[in-house]
Antibody, heavy 118, light 111 residues
Framework: QVQFVQSGAEVKKPGASVKVSCKAS????????MHWVRQAPGQRLEWMGW????????RNSQKFKDRVTMTRDTSATTAYMELSSLTSEDTAVYYC???????????WGQGTLVTVSS | QSALTQPASVSGSPGQSITISCTGT?????????VSWYQQHPGKAPKLMIYGVSNRPSGVPNRFSGSKSDNTASLTISGLQAEDEADYYC???????????FGTGTRVTVL
């Protein structure tokens, strides 16, 4: 079955960067895109970006365009999301999730909590 | 890109039907058949319930149905059950520079 194992919780200082990993299994990794979605405490889902796991092409939210970098390692079936210049407003659970039919998000990781605090 | 607009809360008694709306524009909901709906229980990852406006993934009960009219999509839950109490989010592809957007979210309460 489709599964994602994300890296563990992180605590970062303001101004630092964080890199979250997402190990995929149960399907052909390069045949599907991967979304990154975050959710601040008590807040709604927020779409950050998408990477084509086959060719590495990306599409980002304008809100994060200068701060987010999405990459993938097809041999390791792992996707990565790096967010730079962190502020307290970046405190959230970060999800990787597979891109399904019709631009849906059909399988989700367990989430990685990133806390930004001085 | 602003979030799609959903009611903050909807409630119903067991066995009743409820409908959650998701309002966008002709650049997103109204322009594409790429509306999805997600269910999220507290502390859990979201789960896909509807994709392509009205399609149910395997394993999703047929009590859940989706539709769209002009710039508003809807999720209907028929025969409401206690386990349906959760947050629900719509999403859509958009033609804006940010190509994907979620809704504001709706808390469903089973009375």
């Amino acid at each position: 079955q489709v599964q994602f194992v994300q890296s563990g919780a992180e605590v970062k200082k303001p101004g630092a960067s964080v890199k979250v990993s997402c190990k995929a299994s149960g399907y052909t990794f390069s045949h599907y895109g991967m979304h990154w979605v975050r959710q601040a405490p008590g807040q709604r889902l927020e779409w950050m970006g998408w990477i084509n796991a086959g060719d590495g092409g990306t599409r980002n939210s304008q809100k994060f365009k200068d701060r987010v970098t999405m990459t993938r390692d097809t041999s390791a079936t792992t996707a990565y999301m790096e967010l730079s210049s962190l502020t307290s407003e970046d405190t959230a659970v970060y999800y990787c999730a597979r891109s399904g039919d019709n631009w849906s998000v059909d399988h989700w990781g367990q989430g990685t909590l990133v806390t930004v605090s001085s | 890109q602003s979030a799609l607009t959903q009611p903050a809360s909807v409630s119903g008694s067991p066995g009743q039907s409820i409908t959650i709306s998701c309002t966008g524009t002709s650049s997103d909901v109204g322009g594409y058949s790429y509306v999805s709906w997600y269910q999220q229980h507290p502390g859990k990852a979201p789960k896909l319930m509807i994709y392509g406006v009205s399609n149910r993934p395997s394993g999703v009960p047929n009590r859940f149905s989706g539709s769209k009219s002009d710039n508003t999509a809807s999720l209907t839950i028929s025969g409401l059950q206690a386990e349906d109490e959760a947050d629900y989010y719509c999403s859509s592809y958009t033609s804006s520079i940010t190509p994907y957007v979620f809704g504001t979210g709706t808390r469903v309460t089973v009375l």
